[in-house]
């Protein structure tokens, strides 16, 4: 595209949720920043999230949207899972290539009190514990890695991820801003990555750029987009965007496949329901969407499945 024509569908997708992938010092240098206010909002809202919980589920599913968007394959899907001793359990996102992620947290209610830095104490919430990765390609096995958390920050985790498991220097920066009456305020991150070619001077042109940032959340409180994060993160280095993609909250479940949840009950159960005229009540705990199934929807999903077995 010439550079004097506007790209209009790039403007629009900067008016919501929406990431920024971009490059600088001669391709030595790979980034991508996000702002997902709305993601993280929904995601609050589907699973009732305390202030922490929010924090820390908004932190990954942003990581996770980042890294997908990174992939090359259009199908593939990545799951980020962290596990820990503290209160919150567990929390695991997917997102796959197109911005698209989905949440939960096994303890989405967890109130602890601020850190030392008077800020939402991830860490303590999350506890110590491990971080698992697994990218799903269509047609491949899933490919998987474990590491051990670092801080249960999130961001701090991720980036030993990456250095640890891909061997590629990484920062990465996730953060969420919850207002007074819970609802996300503000959220946004950003990963940047040395490719294997880089030059040494960069490592330390990256850690001066990145001294003086006291936060994400605080870029955002300043107005500044993903573009605007990226270029001044990357000041002096040549930065240049190559592309606006979308970020938005998004399950993908359906009654279609909460019939295939049902079957798993097996069949005596669901003739069982059927004569009993009961409705099979299916809960997605990603979004908190219940999907019913009427007992002539169960007897239709049985036929099917018979028929199936015999063919
Ligand atoms: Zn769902």
Redesign the pocket.
Known sequence: MADNVIDLSAERLRRKDHMVRGTAADGMIRAIAITARDTVQKAHKNHNTSPLVSAALGRLMMAGQMMGAMFKHPDELITLEMRGDGPVGGITVTANNRGQV?GSANHPNVWLPLNELGKLDVGAGIGRGTLSVVRDIPGSVPYSSQTELVTGEVGDDLAAYFSLSDQIPTSVGVGVLVDTDTSIRQAGGFILQLMPDYEYYLIDELEHNLQGITSVTNMLEDGMDPNAILRHLLRGLDYQELEVMPAEFH???NKERAGRAVLALGEAELRDMVDKGETAEVH?H??G?THYLAPDELRELLDHATDGAKG
């Open positions: 989905k399950c993908g479940c997605c990603f979004c969407t």
